[in-house]
C-alpha cells in the first residue's frame, strides 16, 4: 500500500495559502482613512480654486460663526478682485500694509435669507435691506493670505477696508 499523506500534505498546503490570500485581500475595504485630513486639506488637494471661489468659500465658512442666528441660504451676487494697480491707486488701507502678491483683495455683495423672518434684524445690520424673507445688498471686503501652496485664509473682513 502507497503512502498518501505526502501528496495530500501538499495540496492541503495549497488551499490553506490560497485561502489565506483570499481571506487578507477580502478583509480590506479598498478605503482610505481620511479620519486626519481636514477639509481644507481635501479641497486644496483635490482642486485648484480660481480667487473668486476662495472668497466665497471661507466667507462662507465665516458666516457660519459671525451670525449668531440660523440663516437658510447665502447667495454671493457679485464678487471683485482687485487687481495691484487698483490697490495702489484706490485702496491706501491696504496698500500701506506689506501686499504679497498671492494675496487676494476683494469686495463682495450676497443676500443673505434668516431661517426665521423674525430674525431679519441680525442680518440686515450694519448695511443690508430688508426685502421680504431675504436681507439684500450686503456687501463686505477684505483680504486673503495664503497659508502654503494652494490654501488662504481669511485674513481681514469688513464693511470697510
Do not use: Q
Not at 94 to 101: H, Q
Not at 115 to 130: R, V
Request: glycine share 4%; aromatic share 10%.
Amino acid at each position: 500500500m502507497m503512502k498518501t499523506t505526502k501528496p495530500l500534505s501538499g495540496i492541503a498546503a495549497i488551499l490553506l495559502c490560497a485561502v489565506l490570500t483570499v481571506c487578507v485581500c477580502a478583509c480590506g475595504d479598498g478605503k482610505k482613512d481620511n479620519s486626519n485630513v481636514s477639509p481644507s486639506d481635501t479641497v486644496s488637494a483635490s482642486a485648484v480654486l480660481t480667487d473668486e471661489e476662495w472668497v466665497e468659500k471661507l466667507l462662507r465658512a465665516e458666516f457660519e460663526t459671525i451670525y449668531e442666528k440660523p440663516y437658510d441660504e447665502v447667495v454671493f451676487t457679485h464678487i471683485k478682485i482687485y487687481t495691484r494697480e487698483e490697490i495702489k491707486e484706490s485702496i491706501e488701507e491696504v496698500a500701506e500694509r506689506t501686499f504679497d502678491e498671492k494675496d487676494i483683495a476683494f469686495e463682495v455683495t450676497f443676500d443673505i435669507k434668516p431661517t426665521d423672518p423674525k430674525d431679519m434684524e441680525w442680518f440686515i445690520a450694519p448695511n443690508g435691506t430688508p426685502d421680504g424673507e431675504w436681507s439684500r445688498d450686503n456687501s463686505l471686503c477684505g483680504y486673503l493670505v495664503p497659508m502654503g501652496d494652494n490654501d488662504y485664509k481669511l485674513a481681514s473682513y469688513g464693511t470697510a477696508f
